[in-house]
């Protein structure tokens, strides 16, 4: 049950980091549509992309290869992971559309002739480029968490000002 707890816990922390960045992204792309008249859903795509790269990031973090520069200087571990995660998201990416064109043509040749022909490279390297930042955020608040010690940093960002006061770790608000 503890097991679950967690689970459960870690899930839900890392969707909504990732949901509120995702639904950041998405917003400006909106805000960018806009002015062509383009109408986008965006809080159905930044709930659904939220939950899958929360359980990607986890299932990835728990795979041997993910830690392999864990002994070098932070910053590659940083970048490394994601790269990793950039790249998942590129290959889930393509999938995705792939399996769209192959719904609407029914052959894969022509589906993938037509998710050729139909791809905004630039759009979908510019939401890539975005995606990483996100991801480079986590990692990077991810190795901040354990150089100060395993939920530090969410009290920091999370405890009332009264915890803080008590908790002598914390560094003191000088107000």
Request: charge should be positive.
């Amino acid at each position: 049950m503890e097991r679950l707890k967690h689970e459960v816990k870690k899930i839900g922390s890392l969707t909504l980091f990732f949901l509120i960045g995702f639904s950041y992204i998405l917003l400006i792309t909106k805000l960018f549509l806009k002015e062509y008249s383009i109408n986008t859903y965006i809080l159905s795509k930044a709930i659904v992309g939220s939950l899958i790269a929360a359980k990607a990031v986890a299932i990835l973090d728990i795979t041997p290869w993910i830690n392999r520069f864990k002994q070098s200087p932070r910053y590659v571990s940083i970048l490394y992971k994601t790269l990793v995660y950039t790249l998942a998201v590129i290959i889930l990416g393509v999938i995705e559309h792939l399996l769209r064109a192959y719904h609407q043509t029914k052959a894969l040749t022509l589906a993938f002739k037509s998710f050729i022909a139909s791809e905004n490279l630039y759009q979908f390297l510019a939401v890539i480029l975005c995606i990483s930042i996100v991801f480079l955020i986590h990692n990077i608040f991810q190795e901040l968490d354990i150089y100060l010690g395993r939920g530090t940093l969410r009290n920091i960002f999370l405890d009332s000002a009264q915890s803080r006061l008590q908790n002598p770790t914390f560094p003191r608000d000088e107000n």
